[in-house]
């Protein structure tokens, strides 16, 4: 499944769901379309969303491109870089994320994406 997500600075994105995580990837779904205020962390961005899910095939460590839920913020995490505790080239969220997703397309634009601005998820 493909959803898209809108920025205000970076334009459009394709995210490419995945099965690794089918409960936090219905919650998701069901609370779609997802309007929030994105906030920058490092080469992170993550938004706040009603999304209520726990823990699910978490990960330490995550890939470029990959789109995860953290479940201690409730938010939706978009990793294109590294993080502030990132150590190496690893990326690394500041807990255990469950990865849903990915966005395809030229991701280095994301770095134009600021705190503040408004993002959002639909349906593609």
């Known amino acids: 499944m ?7 600075s970076a334009g459009e994105y394709i995210i490419e769901t995945n099965d ?7 919650a998701i779904l069901d609370k779609l379309p997802i309007e ?4 920058r962390w490092g080469d992170e961005i993550y938004f706040e969303t009603e999304v209520d ?13 990959d789109v995860a839920y953290w479940p201690p913020g ?9 993080t502030p505790i990132s150590s190496g080239d690893e990326i690394r969220p500041a807990s255990p994320v ?7 397309g030229r991701i280095e634009y994301l770095k134009k994406v600021s705190s503040g601005e408004k993002i ?3 349906l593609a």
């Open 2 to 8: 493909r959803l898209k997500l809108i920025t205000e």
């Open 36 to 39: 929030s205020t994105a906030l």
């Open 20 to 26: 690794k995580n089918p409960k936090t990837l219905k």
């Open 98 to 104: 469950n990865v849903w997703g990915k966005i395809l």
């Open 53 to 65: 899910v726990g823990l699910e095939n978490s990960q330490d460590t995550v890939e470029m491109g």
């Open 120 to 122: 959002k998820i639909t």
């Open 74 to 82: 409730k938010a939706i995490c978009i990793f294109f870089g590294p």
